[in-house]
């Protein structure tokens, strides 16, 4: 009897075990290195006391079961992988890159099989040609017509202190959470592709190839690489490089979508090498920006030597060799605290003529400050050098013109008027969801967005609307369209000719069936709160209710691309390129399935059997035929007359389907910085987005002990106010 | 008919709590407080407690609005009243209307009369005696709804902890054996359910089309769901002492079912341990769905609310400190009077009469 209580007892004890460690499990989310990637490091045993707790005794346990299962899931993958038979050698010669007796071009010596195969199987897309198949007649480009744009007084040095929001969670720059805010240290302030776009002029200048030229049938670009370009760990760059860039890219290991059909074979036709510094790539059509679009980056062979499934994990926490001058440093990385990159001292392209004296700063600390108001104090205090005071709190009221940092000196607050397409703020109408399916209804709800009020009293009249789908193109943007401007009158008019009569209690309008005009607006700025609760507001005199939902940005990204709003505020931010995008959001083709022409009837309405098509940026479901056609010839047009004229007709036609209410846009970046911090005459090329983005400020570190020495004292520096306005680059509408 | 008869033990502790003056009074503020928020509109809202037009008498406060064209104001949307008291009063046509001592409501944005864009700080000219928040809103109508609304959710929320705990606990305890032992294990697990993440995923979900009534009830199931094990506990201990005694035996022995036992017997005498936990759990909600807005996973916007005064507050603590000083305030002095009270049924109900707590 006794016994079998035990058991029972025994048995019940692992029940409850059972039980509390499947929910012990949820709490352990804290990031981990692989354990793969950092042999050398012992995980520290932890010591484990006498009289802890069952609990954590079980968290330990349920930890050990997890990795246990981890080592075998990954134990039985790295099987299957071995057990694929690919090692065989059946390849025959073509496209130059076997010679006769099988052996690989002396170009491609070093790549792996799988690789190999890769570029064999699809043959015409990788070829291999002799230096002597190089057409003779090349108008070489090198960019030598250009001006530079750096500043010649430029110091070297420093460190240069700036933040980020959350702490990455990879230090991949490719596939799952390598979108984050880090990347663009990583990549964007730090990476150089084939040909830079010049960022005071429509031309450009060199980056890894130090010439290049544009062939006859204006789909090619032929490259010479820079014979200086090496990668961060002292390997040149290789013409081969651009081949296992394709390989790389098109990779499903990568788990990266976006990139995978970036690169596609569809969009990237063919690659050939000439030699080993000597490359051409073939776009799939030709276009204006031809050379831009085809400037890629060069992916490291040596570095990957082949793709695998264990990708992800493997690559998780270290850098990719760069061809940029700063590096991220194993013991420099603080897990939930910072990063800090450091300047390589022999980066090959340090005294190139477009490079001398950008990048100046010898290391970037970016710390993880979470809230961003918390950040700006930390930026009074002087622990970060440069703040973004875009926005209007920021600079009327946190920082205002007689605050004590700016009147005597310390710090100076830049406005910088800059020519690029604003990011698009504008309210996107799903256009498939009731009532919002009604034209009328659309077009009042244009009517009832009070924008006005909202750049006049939230923004102080500092912000622009923004008039269509496309500003910021030059004259590819529609001349003379202007966004409807707020009027209770019309709004009202157009919900009645949409059966929106009568206004019921509360004031908003119903209909015969006793139907509220009530519409959700989705959006995951919680920073633009204000804007949203003032349109409400302000719709509410038009009869309609705006019902807010404010999500974590992910989550309303993924409910939009989903389509399961009725109406989402957003912003895209635009590519500087020459001419708008038309058919990611506005093509029928990423609104609904099946693709093309099928899903319309013969007068052209939409058939009832479509399917929605979720993942797209076709947040609108806009799905005309009309507009389809003119997207279709927009997107193979080449001359650049013809592409402005279909610009031209596609916005309109866009604003009359009214789909998009246009928010604002503003011809400025506007900055704080510590007086330590210096910038060229010009402050920055036109083009510039963000502060640091081409990395032409320097950090003068004799100033900052200076300046915190007169803090510490209570010395004024100056006696004007520091307040600097560059408007070289103003458009004056 | 049943007759409500209190137990002589309860009157005496009701009659001593009444003797703690602190908690005592503490209660009287706290509900009268309450009960002055359910009639917020009549003091604290932009439409007119009176209005007299052309002969006729208009009550605005409650029921369906009026459009400006009513009064001639041109407008089809709702009247807005300090203008037309601006208006009546340029005009002098024997017209008047009476507003009430705050003449803001807690969405309105007050634009339009100056040439503010935000932040007002107090005063008593623009009757924004609090001063405003960053979209011109008054921060006393927000404060004052945002009680209403936080407070009834906090009472809400007690009541159904409790009926859940109360149930839960009741079952467990009185069946007690394989049903406790079970029953329990089940509670154990579900009072691991992480329930922060829970909050973030469930609201995440909810559908935007839902009215402001049900989003916010939907969030009070949300918190009660994942809250009501805490007090499960208690009442399953106390049924568990309560049931061994004597007059339950006895009252077995003349028949009683079990559901007339629990809630006959058993429950009179278990009630006096909830009630001391009572006011704690009041002041619990309030910090919680507090603490929500905060984090801006609460109430949805532009409710009044009084985390996200916290939360504005914070952010622009140096150009608007009355927006912080006004929440946290207001926040301070619930609580405290909601702990005093607490302590006094604590003490109320305490069956020693002298006892020093260290």
């Known amino acids: 009897m006794n016994t079998v209580k035990k058991i029972n007892l025994h048995l019940f004890t692992l029940l409850v075990f059972f039980f509390l460690s499947l929910f012990v499990g949820c709490e352990d989310n804290t990031l981990k290195k692989p354990?793969?990637?950092?042999?050398?490091?012992?995980?520290?045993?932890?010591?484990?006391?006498?009289?802890?707790?069952?609990?954590?005794?079980?968290?330990?346990?349920?930890?050990?079961?997890?990795?246990?299962?981890?080592?075998?899931i990954g134990s039985s993958v790295g099987d299957v992988k071995a057990d694929q038979p690919s090692k065989e050698k059946t390849f025959t010669d073509f496209s130059g890159l076997l010679d006769e007796s099988g052996n690989p071009h002396p170009l491609l010596a070093h790549c792996s099989d799988s690789v190999l195969e890769f570029y064999l199987k699809h043959k015409d897309a990788f070829q291999i040609s002799s230096i002597n198949q190089l057409p003779k007649d090349l108008q070489w480009e090198d960019g030598s017509k250009e001006d530079k744009f750096a500043s010649p007084d430029a110091k070297r040095g420093g460190t240069w202190k700036t933040f980020m929001s959350d702490f990455p969670r990879t230090l991949r720059t490719i596939g799952p959470d390598a979108n984050g805010a880090f990347r663009r240290y990583l990549l964007d302030y730090?990476?150089?592709?084939?040909?830079?776009?010049?960022?005071?002029?429509?031309?450009?200048?060199?980056?890894?190839?130090?010439?290049?030229?544009?062939?006859?049938?204006?789909?090619?670009?032929?490259?010479?690489?820079?014979?200086?370009?090496?990668?961060?760990?002292?390997?040149?760059?290789?013409?081969?490089?651009?081949?296992?860039?394709?390989?790389?890219?098109?990779?499903?290991?990568?788990?990266?979508?976006?990139?995978?059909?970036?690169?596609?074979?569809?969009?990237?036709?063919?690659?050939?090498?000439?030699?080993?510094?000597?490359?051409?790539?073939?776009?799939?059509?030709?276009?204006?920006?031809?050379?831009?679009?085809?400037?890629?980056?060069?992916?490291?062979?040596?570095?990957?030597?082949?793709?695998?499934?264990?990708?992800?994990?493997?690559?998780?926490?270290?850098?990719?060799?760069?061809?940029?001058?700063?590096?991220v440093r194993k013991e420099d990385i603080k897990k939930g605290q910072s990063v800090t990159l450091t300047r390589l001292?022999?980066?090959?392209?340090?005294?190139?003529?477009?490079?001398?004296?950008?990048?100046?700063?010898?290391?970037?600390?970016?710390?993880?400050?979470?809230?961003?108001?918390?950040?700006?104090?930390v930026f009074l205090k002087g622990d970060l050098d440069m703040f973004s005071l875009s926005k209007t709190d920021y600079w009327y009221e946190k920082l205002p013109n007689d605050h004590q940092l700016v009147s005597e000196g310390y710090l100076t607050k830049v406005t910088f008027f800059n020519q690029v397409p604003p990011p698009s703020y504008a309210l996107r109408i799903n256009s498939s969801k009731p009532p919002l399916d009604d034209l009328n209804v659309r077009i009042g709800f244009h009517y009832a967005m009070n924008f006005d009020l909202v750049l006049q009293k939230i923004f102080r009249g500092d912000f622009e609307r923004m008039r269509t789908v496309a500003d910021g193109y030059g004259n590819r943007s529609h001349p003379t369209l202007q966004a409807r401007k707020f009027s209770v009158d019309l709004a009202t008019k157009f919900f009645a000719k949409a059966g929106?009569?009568?206004?019921?209690?509360?004031?908003?309008?119903?209909?015969?069936?006793?139907?509220?005009?009530?519409?959700?607006?989705?959006?995951?700025?919680k920073h633009l709160e204000d804007v949203l609760v003032v349109l409400r507001e302000e719709a509410k005199k038009a009869g309609l209710d705006l019902k807010l939902k404010i999500l974590e940005s992910t989550a309303a990204f993924k409910t939009a691309s989903e389509k399961n709003h009725q109406v989402v505020f957003s912003a895209f931010s635009s590519f500087v390129e020459l001419f708008p995008r038309f058919w990611?959001?506005?093509?029928?083709?990423?609104?609904?399935?099946?693709?093309?022409?099928?899903?319309?009837?013969?007068?052209?309405?939409?058939?009832?059997?479509?399917?929605?098509?979720?993942?797209?940026?076709?947040?609108?479901?806009?799905?005309?035929?009309?507009?389809?056609?003119?997207?279709?010839?927009?997107?193979?047009?080449?001359?650049?007359?013809?592409?402005?004229?279909?610009?031209?007709?596609?916005?309109?036609?866009?604003?009359?389907?009214?789909?998009?209410?246009?928010?604002?846009?503003?011809?400025?970046?506007?900055?704080?910085?510590?007086?330590?911090?210096?910038?060229?005459?010009d402050w920055g090329p036109c083009e510039t987005r963000d502060y640091a983005e081409f990395q032409v400020f320097w950090i003068d570190e004799d100033k900052r002990l200076v300046i915190n020495e007169a803090r510490k004292n209570g010395r004024k520096l100056a006696d004007q106010v520091g307040v600097r306005v560059y408007e070289k680059h103003r458009i004056n509408l | 008919?049943?007759?409500?008869?209190?137990?002589?033990?309860?009157?005496?502790?009701?009659?001593?709590?009444?003797?703690?003056?602190?908690?005592?009074?503490?209660?009287?503020?706290?509900?009268?407080?309450?009960?002055?928020?359910?009639?917020?509109?009549?003091?604290?809202?932009?439409?007119?407690?009176?209005?007299?037009?052309?002969?006729?008498?208009?009550?605005?406060?409650?029921?369906?609005?009026?459009?400006?064209?009513?009064?001639?104001?041109?407008?089809?949307?709702?009247?807005?009243?300090?203008?037309?008291?601006?208006?009546?009063?340029?005009?002098?046509?024997?017209?008047?209307?009476?507003?009430?001592?705050?003449?803001?409501?807690?969405?309105?944005?007050?634009y339009r009369e100056t040439d503010s864009t935000g932040f007002s700080p107090p005063s008593w000219e623009s009757r924004h005696l609090l001063g405003t928040d960053k979209t011109e809103r008054d921060v006393l109508a927000r404060l004052v709804y945002g009680f209403r609304i936080t407070f009834a959710f906090a009472l809400g929320y007690l009541f159904l902890t409790y009926l859940l705990a109360i149930v839960a606990g009741s079952v467990l305890g009185y069946?007690?054996?394989?049903?406790?032992?079970?029953?329990?294990?089940?509670?154990?697990?579900?009072?691991?359910?992480?329930?922060?993440?829970?909050?973030?995923?469930?609201?995440?979900?909810?559908?935007?089309?839902?009215?402001?009534?049900?989003?916010?009830?939907?969030?009070?199931?949300?918190?009660?769901?994942?809250?009501?094990?805490?007090?499960?506990?208690?009442?399953?201990?106390?049924?568990?002492?309560?049931?061994?005694?004597?007059?339950?035996?006895?009252?077995?022995?003349?028949?009683?079912?079990?559901?007339?036992?629990?809630?006959?017997?058993?429950?009179?005498?278990?009630?006096?341990?909830?009630?001391?936990?009572?006011?704690?759990?009041?002041a619990a909600a309030i910090s919680s769905i507090t603490a929500l807005d905060f984090l801006g996973y609460g109430l949805p916007a532009p409710t009044p609310s009084w985390g996200e005064l916290l939360k504005q507050g914070v952010d622009n603590l140096r150009i608007a400190p009355w927006i912080v000083s006004s929440a946290a305030g207001a926040l301070v002095l619930t609580l405290t009077l909601v702990t005093f009270v607490g302590e006094a049924i604590r003490e109320a109900f305490d069956p020693k009469k002298f006892s020093t707590y260290q």
């Open chain 1, 35 to 72: 354990d793969s990637v950092n042999p050398g490091s012992q995980p520290k045993e932890k010591a484990r006391t006498m009289g802890e707790s069952d609990r954590e005794y079980i968290r330990e346990l349920a930890r050990e079961f997890a990795q246990e299962l981890r080592k075998e």
């Open chain 1, 190 to 327: 730090n990476g150089v592709g084939l040909v830079m776009t010049h960022p005071n002029s429509d031309g450009y200048y060199p980056g890894l190839a130090e010439r290049w030229a544009l062939g006859k049938d204006g789909r090619t670009v032929y490259f010479q690489l820079d014979g200086d370009a090496r990668y961060s760990d002292g390997q040149p760059v290789r013409a081969s490089d651009f081949f296992f860039t394709f390989y790389f890219m098109r990779s499903k290991h990568l788990q990266a979508p976006w990139y995978n059909d970036f690169y596609g074979k569809d969009k990237f036709l063919k690659v050939t090498l000439f030699n080993k510094d000597t490359l051409s790539i073939t776009y799939h059509s030709s276009k204006p920006d031809l050379v831009e679009r085809i400037s890629i980056r060069s992916i490291p062979e040596h570095f990957y030597d082949e793709l695998g499934g264990d990708y992800l994990k493997k690559y998780q926490w270290v850098q990719e060799p760069t061809t940029g001058p700063y590096v």
């Open chain 1, 345 to 377: 001292s022999n980066w090959w392209a340090d005294q190139k003529k477009f490079y001398r004296n950008r990048y100046n700063p010898d290391r970037i600390l970016v710390q993880v400050i979470r809230d961003p108001s918390k950040a700006f104090e």
């Open chain 1, 500 to 525: 929106y009569r009568d206004r019921g209690n509360d004031g908003i309008l119903i209909n015969d069936a006793g139907k509220r005009l009530s519409v959700e607006l989705l959006t995951g700025y």
């Open chain 1, 584 to 681: 990611e959001p506005y093509h029928s083709d990423n609104a609904y399935s099946p693709g093309g022409k099928e899903k319309f009837n013969a007068d052209g309405s939409l058939r009832s059997d479509i399917v929605v098509k979720t993942s797209t940026n076709n947040f609108t479901q806009t799905a005309v035929l009309e507009i389809d056609q003119l997207i279709d010839q927009y997107r193979v047009e080449e001359s650049l007359k013809e592409i402005t004229s279909l610009a031209h007709q596609l916005s309109k036609l866009i604003h009359d389907h009214a789909v998009y209410v246009p928010g604002w846009k503003k011809p400025w970046l506007r900055m704080g910085h510590w007086n330590w911090v210096a910038f060229p005459e």
């Open chain 2, 1 to 110: 008919m049943m007759r409500i008869t209190l137990n002589p033990l309860t009157l005496r502790k009701l009659q001593r709590f009444r003797s703690l003056r602190r908690g005592y009074w503490s209660f009287i503020l706290l509900l009268g407080a309450f009960f002055l928020s359910l009639c917020a509109e009549l003091v604290v809202n932009k439409r007119a407690l009176i209005v007299y037009y052309e002969g006729e008498y208009f009550f605005p406060s409650y029921g369906a609005q009026i459009p400006g064209d009513h009064f001639g104001l041109g407008y089809s949307y709702e009247t807005n009243y300090r203008e037309l008291k601006r208006v009546f009063h340029q005009r002098s046509e024997g017209n008047w209307l009476l507003l009430p001592p705050v003449p803001y409501d807690p969405y309105e944005m007050d």
């Open chain 2, 175 to 282: 069946f007690g054996g394989k049903v406790d032992m079970f029953g329990l294990r089940l509670v154990e697990v579900w009072s691991n359910v992480p329930f922060l993440y829970m909050v973030i995923i469930l609201v995440s979900v909810m559908p935007g089309w839902w009215g402001l009534t049900w989003q916010i009830s939907s969030l009070l199931l949300i918190m009660v769901l994942f809250s009501w094990t805490g007090m499960t506990y208690y009442v399953r201990s106390a049924i568990y002492k309560e049931k061994a005694k004597d007059y339950i035996a006895a009252a077995k022995v003349i028949g009683a079912g079990s559901g007339r036992i629990i809630l006959r017997h058993l429950l009179p005498n278990v009630i006096s341990t909830l009630v001391t936990f009572a006011p704690f759990t009041v």
